[in-house]
Each structure stands twice: as C-alpha cells, then as structure tokens.
C-alpha cells in the first residue's frame, strides 16, 4: 500500500521561502500511471488546489500562486518538493502531498483520471515572525 | 478557472437518513472529472467518488455519485455514524484543478 509522507519546517518567516518534501513508500514515484500534486488548507477553511508534476518534469500550476511556486521531482529519492516564496502569514495552512493515478486508454491517445486516491497524512506551515 | 459552488452548505440529518449534496460548476466539467471527497477532523481528505459516478477502491455502496456536465450529485443512501464530515467536490477537468467550499454532514 503506497503511503505519502510530507516533511518540513512548521514555522517559516514572512518573506522567507518554504521548502516542503512528499516522500512515497511501498510504490514508485516514477510511473507514469501517475503524478504527483501539493494541496493547502488553512485552519478552518477548504481546500486550494497547488500545482501537481508529472516523472516528466512537466508541471501545472494555481495561476494564483505560479509566482511564486515550484514543485520538483527526485526520482532517485522517489520524492517530490514544493517550494513557495515570499512568504505572508496568508500561505499559514496544513500542506498535503496526493497522488493522482491515471490510466492510458488504448487507441485513443490519452489517459484517464482517477483523482487525487492517495493523500499524506499533511504537515502545518505557520508563517510568522 | 471552473468555479465550484457546493449546497447546502451544512446538512443536520440522522443516522439512517439518505443525505444529497449538490455540486454545481460555473462551466462544464470535461469527461466528467469530478471527484468527491470526504474529510473528518484531523485527518486528511480521502477520495469517494471519480470521474463523476465510479466509487474509489474500498468505499461503501451507499455512497453514490452522479451528473454530467455543470451539475453534480454526491447521495449518502442511509448514513452511517462514521459519515458525518464535511464533502468536497473537486473537477480536474481543466487547469486549475479547484475544489468547492465544502459541505458539512452533521447530526441532528
């Protein structure tokens, strides 16, 4: 059974940049059966889809934080990370790493989507001085 | 952006009773990709339903998905004790991926 796992600092200054890892176990990071996505949720309140990244290297990210993100893959580590900069206490939230598993439809060219089936259990940033 | 407006916003029902969340899209949702999860405090959200109506690996018949396009239905046949939580809908049809503000099931 794939498990996700995030790791990081819980405080980070304003400004600063924030620097998170998804580390995956009992599973491949690089199969192409899936990709890799960061989602945040501040106290309270709902989810905000990040960014995700493919073995690739391609990335997708939110338009509202694309400034300031960058999601990278180490496959030889079989981790992803998330980096976000220019940190306000508006980025304080429970970060999660998902996996997104898909499906290659033969003779059609594409693959299907299963949604975000495996989470990590999430690591809380609080952004303050 | 696909805009996702979840109703109501809290649901009080009783264990046994048949709950049905809404998930409305500003925009239609390509090849139907909309997922449902569920979140309990604590813990992390665990996916339901994909792809509009195929329950995910391990969840419950009671749980059931439906609609195409801008409209979206998650039922909770009869529920469970273990079913109060609060319900997402998510399209990943179209870049961003977005999430709706939630819907929480509560006991009456």
């Known amino acids: 059974q794939v498990q996700l796992q995030e790791s990081g600092p819980g405080l980070v200054k304003p400004s600063q940049t924030l620097s998170l890892t998804c580390t995956v176990s009992?599973?491949?990071?690089?199969?192409?059966?899936?990709?890799w996505s960061w989602i945040r949720q501040p106290a309270g309140k709902g989810l905000e889809w990040i960014g995700r990244?493919?073995?690739?290297?391609?990335?997708d990210y939110n338009p509202s934080l694309k400034s300031r993100v960058i999601i990278s893959v180490d496959t030889s580590k079989n981790q992803f990370s998330l980096k976000l900069s220019s940190l306000t206490a508006a980025d304080t939230a429970v970060y999660y790493c998902?996996?997104?598993?898909?499906?290659?439809?033969?003779?059609?060219?594409?693959?299907?989507?299963?949604?975000?089936?495996?989470w990590g259990q999430g690591t809380t940033v609080t952004v303050s001085s | 952006e696909i805009v996702l407006t979840q109703s109501p916003g809290t649901l009080s029902l009783s264990p046994g009773e048949r709950a049905t969340l809404s998930c409305r899209a500003s925009?239609?949702?390509?090849?139907?990709?909309l997922a449902w999860y569920q979140q309990k405090p604590g813990q992390a959200p665990r996916i339901l339903i994909y792809?509009?109506?195929s329950r995910a690996t391990g969840i419950p018949d009671r749980f059931s998905g439906s609609g195409s396009g801008t409209d979206f239905t998650l039922t909770i046949r009869r529920l469970e004790p273990e079913d109060f939580a609060v319900y997402y809908c998510?399209?990943?049809?179209?870049?961003?991926?977005?999430f709706g503000q939630g819907t929480k099931v509560e006991i009456k």
């Open positions: 998902a996996r997104v598993s898909r499906q290659w439809l033969v003779g059609t060219g594409e693959y299907y989507y299963y949604g975000m089936d495996v």
């Open positions: 009992s599973g491949s990071i690089s199969s192409g059966s899936h990709c």
């Open positions: 990244i493919y073995t690739s290297g391609s990335t």
């Open positions: 925009q239609s949702v390509s090849s139907s990709y």
């Open positions: 792809g509009a109506s």
């Open positions: 998510q399209q990943y049809g179209g870049s961003p991926w977005t």
